[in-house]
T-cell receptor, first 107, second 111 residues
Framework: DAKTTQPPSMDCAEGRAANLPCNHS???????VYWYRQIHSQGPQYIIH???NNETNEMASLIITEDRKSSTLILPHATLRDTAVYYC????????FGTGTRLQVFP | DGGITQSPKYLFRKEGQNVTLSCEQN?????MYWYRQDPGQGLRLIYY???????QKGDIAEGYSVSREKKESFPLTVTSAQKNPTAFYLC??????????FGSGTRLTVV
């Protein structure tokens, strides 16, 4: 079973920051937090991952709470092309996907 | 360019027939995975392999079989024992603790 909880859907205005939350209260000390997104009928795309520290790359930022029980994916300036299902995953050796958050970016 | 190739993109199968989905990667990744996705659902793990000649069952392995004779290849056979095989199948590969790379998927339809 997936070890994460995410809201089923969210909306965001184009150009604004999209903040996608994820709860993973049973995370173990050696488990990473991964974020992927899937645009309709395509394979999931890797976004970012982290263990303890906050991370940033060209796509997004990942904020992990100090107790590691939750995290937030931040898309700083959402565009229409960011409309997708976003999956938060906790793993050690294999990815177990939940149902994710369907993010709708509107003009 | 490195990546994962899944073929075919669309596949039609008659009931009672076995069918094999191809997955090839040139990323030199040790681990490979097969997932199934049904409409409006998340991905479910079928099988995975972390090294050549070894593989493990995932959450929904019944009715499926795999082989890992080469590092680059991880074919999935959907057997006649799989009662509801119509789905979108995704293959992925990874290096431990780094991001997975997914193929573009095979859409299997039983006719």
């Amino acid at each position: 079973d997936a070890k994460t909880t995410q809201p089923p859907s969210m909306d965001c205005a184009e150009g604004r920051a999209a903040n996608l939350p994820c709860n993973h209260s049973t995370i173990s000390g050696n488990e990473y937090v991964y974020w992927y997104r899937q645009i309709h009928s395509q394979g999931p795309q890797y976004i970012i991952h982290g263990l303890k520290n906050n991370e940033t790359n060209e796509m997004a930022s990942l904020i992990i709470t100090e107790d590691r029980k939750s995290s937030t994916l931040i898309l700083p300036h959402a565009t229409l092309r960011d409309t997708a299902v976003y999956y938060c995953i906790v793993n050690t050796d294999k990815l177990i996907f939940g149902t994710g958050t369907r993010l709708q970016v509107f003009p | 360019d490195g990546g994962i190739t899944q073929s075919p993109k669309y596949l039609f199968r008659k009931e009672g027939q076995n069918v094999t989905l191809s997955c090839e990667q040139n990323l030199n990744h040790d681990a490979m995975y097969w997932y199934r996705q049904d409409p409006g659902q998340g991905l479910r793990l079928i099988y995975y392999s972390q090294i050549v000649n070894d593989f493990q069952k995932g959450d929904i392995a019944e009715g499926y079989s795999v082989s890992r004779e080469k590092k680059e290849s991880f074919p999935l056979t959907v057997t006649s024992a799989q009662k509801n095989p119509t789905a979108f199948y995704l293959c992925a590969s990874s290096v431990t603790n780094y991001g997975y790379t997914f193929g573009s998927g095979t859409r299997l339809t039983v006719v």
